[in-house]
């Protein structure tokens, strides 16, 4: 066969890693001068891409902004190839709303230079997302560049296929077999060169359907390759039978278009580490900042997202770059290396640095426009107002704790139809007024303030919308009393739970008259692994809470019932001590179980305080469901795995690159069921869980893992080099206090009869709650119209769909709802039901283009397919 060798010229450009942002945009200032010098004056280079990513753009022009045109001059010459992503993302551990803003500013970046790269290029991502495709798809984009987790047990040996998520939606992929930097630093003696490329072009030919094979020239921080021309006429005189030209990845699609009728049609995720490392239990590395990422993510998309929808229907300003900004800060820690963290310390520091950044930004903005919407609220004589906001699309009833600030010492609360409402106060504390309005002082008034925090139950609050409660103070109101019960477990209307001498829990469920016992167990075994993977001495010590003496209270309100249990573990301060079987060390653990009176869902919070070292904590979770395959959600979807991974018998003898251990990564939930109940678990943070036990019934949901190395070689589980680099993250052991936050959700039928997806949004999606006093330390002019005390934007009922987003479309004057079907096997239908002010009512596509018009809000999504709604007036 007469091969064509399609040299491609880019940089892969991590924008931390083992070094630091700074230290990488240093080199990229350098880097990018000598590549538009050589686009610009070489006609033969043709093309130069730029890693897919438009962050790279971002951090140049922040040092070099006129150099903009130059930039633009080349993309719209086709030469400099740009986009379409903001950053290289992760797949596995980001979630969907998230791939998609990427994609969103990737391309409006992008827009502004001129055309951008229609290929998901993501080289380097550790395991691709089944759900990939069908977001590819969203953004018009047919086709797709990946390196690893491919194996012939996908169903092909080839490296061109068409990849199909479960809805249809169907990219052309090309593999690149080993890696984007065959082409690195290619010598021009010719020994070396053909020494070197001997080993590359067997395997390429050999999983190639077309004569095309890729030979990428760059590599990490890579700058341009100057003799690039010189190595090319080298390797013509060594390969005669190749064609070599300078190319893009564009013109590899091309050929493959034309030979479409042979490539093979693969569905699913790919994460097998046959012959390249994916790194499944990169998941547990830094949960601190793990959980970071998930409740930045929820905060923004569950909360401050749909509530700037509110208040745009109401008639304020929906502020996108103030968003924006949130969302790039985040999307920078979204690089595979940064959120996988496999990172120095140093770089992790960084990482968390955004991440508390993009909090501040995003709690900041939440209270701004909770305060909009409240103030414009018609005032009630003598009465502060307690708004609570409902942000799912069905009507909740909720037990609400949070916090209120009053001039007086005690108070009523009050429907908006004058009903009184009981309360619990669970705090109280007196406050400095300099905090509340510091103009107060100014004058003189020192009369203090006090701070309550208080439990109430809110009735009926609309879907997507809020109600409103008035506060009368100095009523001589102390609200209710602790139920003093001296009972030795906690319950309410679903369930009932005891709490055994070792610290763990029997769950009763009673409408399906079904009870499991001892769930929480605390597992603490070794992790001789390094940053990259989870990997245990051979002969591992397992410590469990089984036999601990747990110190357990119980509290009782009107509202919530909560046990407290608490004790410490004997184990190992080391892997040293761990070999030798010695406990010298002690991890104190520390839970809160709560039930609210109306809530279907068992909330736990556990706080541990971590003073060894290279070791991993998981809770065990006697489900009592013998299984073959879990469930968990993905992007926009939900996915089965096997409990086996059956590869693990025969992945030493078959040289495979690590273990496939078969640990997993959820959005927001996972589930063992036996078609008639099941168990989930909803977590806010945490997103790795393994299925064990002799019967495969018991969830493993890791908490955390500590290590001591970025890299490490010759691990149990991942035998010989390093990944990454060998060098010490002392902070990476996870020492001190780290809490975690999850559910437990029992439920009747499997996943989508029991309203799994449903309950694991609901879950990150609590009521939010403003309390209006007539002082603020920050003035605002009040608004020129009035806003209802109680307001719905839309509804939907909570079987069928799940809402993944609600939003102001970004360029033009309508509000987008994103739903997602997540049944893996059957269509749907569901239904919008908004006012009827609401006069254009059409689809979009994930870049918010429109599709085409709908005559009503009745829509149909094929399995774990996703749908955006326009409504405008």
Known sequence: MDWKVHVIPHMHWDREWYFTTEESRILLVNNMEEILERLENDEDYKYYMLDGQTAILEDYFDVKP?????????VQKGKLIIGPWYTQTDEMMVGGESIVRNLLYGI??????????????????????????????????????????????HGTNKTEFLWQSNDGSEVTAQILPLGYAIGKYLPLNEEELKDRLDKYFPVLERGAVTENLILPNGHDQMPLQQNIFEVMDMMKKIYPDKDFFISRYENIFAELEKNREKLDVIKGEFNDPKYMRVHRTISSTRMDIKIANVTIENKITNILEPLASIAYSLGFEYHHGLIELMWKEIMKNHAHDSISCCCTDQVHREIMARFELAHDKADKLIDFYKRKIVDAVKDKEGMDKLTVFNLLPYERTEEVETKIRLRGGNFTIYNKDGKEIPYYVKEKRELDP?????????????????????????????????????????????????????????????????????????LSDKRLMKEYRELLIAEDGSDDGDEYDYSPLKDDFIITNKDVTAEIKFEHTPFAETAYVSYEMDIPKDLESRKNKIK?????????????????KVEIKTEIDNNSKDHRVRFIMPTGYKSTESVSDNQFGTIKRPVIDTANEVWEAEKWKEKPVPVYQMMSFTDLNDKNSGMSLLTNGFREYEITGEDFSNIALTLFRGVGLLGKEEMYYRPGRPSGIKLETPDSQMLGKLKFEFAVFIHSGDEIEGLVPQKGREYVTPVTVYNKIPYNAMRLNPAE??????????????????????????????????????????????????????????????NEDKVNDLNNADIILKPCQVKTVALSK
């Open 66 to 74: 006129e150099n903009k045109e130059r930039v633009r001059s080349l």
């Open 108 to 153: 409006k970046d992008s827009n502004e230079f001129g055309d951008y790269m229609k290929i998901g290029y993501l080289p380097d991502s550790f395991g691709q997302s089944a759900q990939l495709p069908q977001i590819l798809n969203g953004f018009g984009i047919k086709d797709t560049v990946f390196w690893r987790g491919c194996s012939e047990r």
């Open 434 to 506: 300099g905090l509340i309005d510091r103009q107060i002082v100014h004058y003189g008034n020192y009369d203090p303030f006090h701070e309550f925090l208080i439990q109430f139950s809110a009735e009926n609050i609309p879907p997507m919308g809020y109600e409103t409660f008035y506060i009368k103070y100095n009523t001589g109101n102390e609200g209710l009393k602790e139920i003093a019960e001296e009972k030795a477990f906690i319950e309410n209307k679903y369930y009932k739970i005891t709490v055994n001498s070792n610290g763990t829990i029997n």
């Open 584 to 600: 010298d060390s002690k991890m104190r653990i520390s839970t809160e179980i709560k039930l609210r009176k109306n809530s279907d």
């Open 785 to 846: 119209f009035n806003t209802p005390d109680r307001y719905s934007l839309f509804g939907k009922k909570i079987e069928g769909s799940v809402l993944s987003a609600v939003k102001k479309a970004e360029r033009e004057e309508a509000l987008l709802i994103r739903i997602y079907n997540p049944n893996i096997n059957k269509d749907i239908q569901d239904s919008l039901i908004f006012d009827k002010s609401i006069k254009n009512i059409y689809e979009t596509n994930l």
